[in-house]
């Protein structure tokens, strides 16, 4: 458990931060989701990424990706996972995730961690 909350504290120090949530029903994330896109530096994705744009990595960015896709459609969103990245898999099967989680009820506190952790690391003044 500790190598989880240490990722997440990564991840919510990082200059940039990618969330992307493919999911469905999506809904329960909504209030979640927009906390997130409302702090600095911090992109928010809903849905199936483009394929053409969505992996266009910025400088210094980190992604934190989590999906209820099983098969190939997953392993393309965890194919470009780096070490200080976290893919998480819901209810599925999926090569390159980092963690598995039983069902979306699950997803909604690390999510909740995550953008708390960071709202309070960028109120810390440098």
């Known amino acids: 458990m500790s190598w989880l909350f240490d990722r997440l504290t990564d991840l919510a120090v990082a ?19 927009n906390r997130a896109a409302q702090l600095q530096s911090t992109q928010v994705r809903r849905g199936r990424p483009n394929p053409l744009d969505a992996w266009i990595r910025e400088p210094r960015e980190v992604r934190f990706i989590a999906s209820g896709c099983g098969g190939a459609r997953s392993g393309v969103l965890f194919a470009d996972l780096e070490d200080h990245d976290l ?21 909604n506190p690390l999510l909740d961690a995550l953008i708390t952790m960071r709202s309070y690391a960028q109120r810390i003044p440098n």
């Open 15 to 33: 200059e940039r931060l990618e969330i992307v949530v493919d999911v469905e029903p999506l809904e329960g994330l909504d209030h979640i989701l």
């Open 87 to 107: 893919g998480v898999a819901i209810a599925a099967h999926a090569p390159g995730a980092n963690l598995k989680v039983d069902n979306l009820s699950d997803l």
